[in-house]
């Protein structure tokens, strides 16, 4: 023995399942990597067609052109600093995660001809949506690997940042 005592086991990186901020799992920041790129390729081709957050407010949208600016702007926001925490290894941000992208799908399916019109408009835009979609896609299977990987009681492979 050394004559030190062991840690208490809540102050140790592997009991916390929401994993402390000092460590991150390679599945995160691949996952999060993939959902930034889609994030940024969809903003850049909005921004460059002058629609969705970039163009004005859909038909039968009743908010003023500020409202809809000052609203996707608190969209964007969230959506940016829900990827930061998922990158940053919290299991509540990617439970949240699976629960917006459920309720997308369903609001897309509930919706889809009017989705489906807005986003097949031009090559470009189809062309960013089926590459937006598997990189989801691809985030997706990622965070579900490591949240069925490491679930409660499992000690996560954790890497120091980088």
């Given at each position: 023995m050394?004559?030190?005592?062991?840690p208490?086991?809540?102050?140790?990186?592997?009991?916390?399942p929401?994993m402390?901020?000092?460590?991150?799992?390679?599945?995160?920041?691949?996952?999060?990597?993939l959902l930034?790129?889609?994030?940024?390729?969809?903003?850049?081709?909005?921004?460059?067609?002058?629609?969705?957050v970039?163009?004005?407010?859909?038909?039968?949208?009743?908010?003023?052109?500020?409202a809809?600016?000052?609203?996707?702007?608190?969209?964007?926001?969230?959506?940016?600093?829900?990827?930061?925490?998922?990158?940053?290894?919290?299991?509540w941000?990617?439970?949240?995660?699976?629960?917006?992208?459920?309720?997308?799908?369903?609001l897309?399916t509930?919706?889809s001809?009017?989705?489906?019109?807005?986003?097949?408009?031009?090559?470009?835009?189809?062309?960013?949506?089926?590459?937006?979609?598997?990189l989801?896609f691809?985030?997706?299977?990622?965070?579900?690997?490591?949240?069925?990987?490491?679930?409660?009681?499992?000690?996560?492979?954790?890497?120091?940042?980088?």
């Open positions: 050394s004559g030190h005592p062991l208490h086991p809540s102050r140790t990186p592997t009991a916390n929401t402390p901020p000092t460590l991150r799992r390679p599945h995160d920041v691949l996952a999060t990597n930034f790129a889609g994030f940024l390729l969809g903003s850049l081709v909005d921004f460059y067609t002058r629609t969705g970039y163009g004005p407010p859909p038909p039968g949208n009743h908010l003023s052109p500020t809809h600016a000052i609203s996707s702007g608190i969209f964007l926001v969230f959506i940016l600093v829900h990827f930061y925490y998922i990158r940053r290894g919290y299991r941000a990617k439970i949240l995660f699976f629960i917006c992208l459920a309720l997308s799908m369903l897309y509930r919706y001809q009017k989705t489906v019109d807005t986003q097949f408009s031009t090559p470009l835009k189809s062309v960013s949506f089926v590459i937006q979609w598997l989801e691809l985030a997706t299977a990622l965070l579900v690997v490591d949240l069925w990987k490491y679930r409660k009681g499992t000690p996560p492979a954790a890497a120091p940042l980088t």
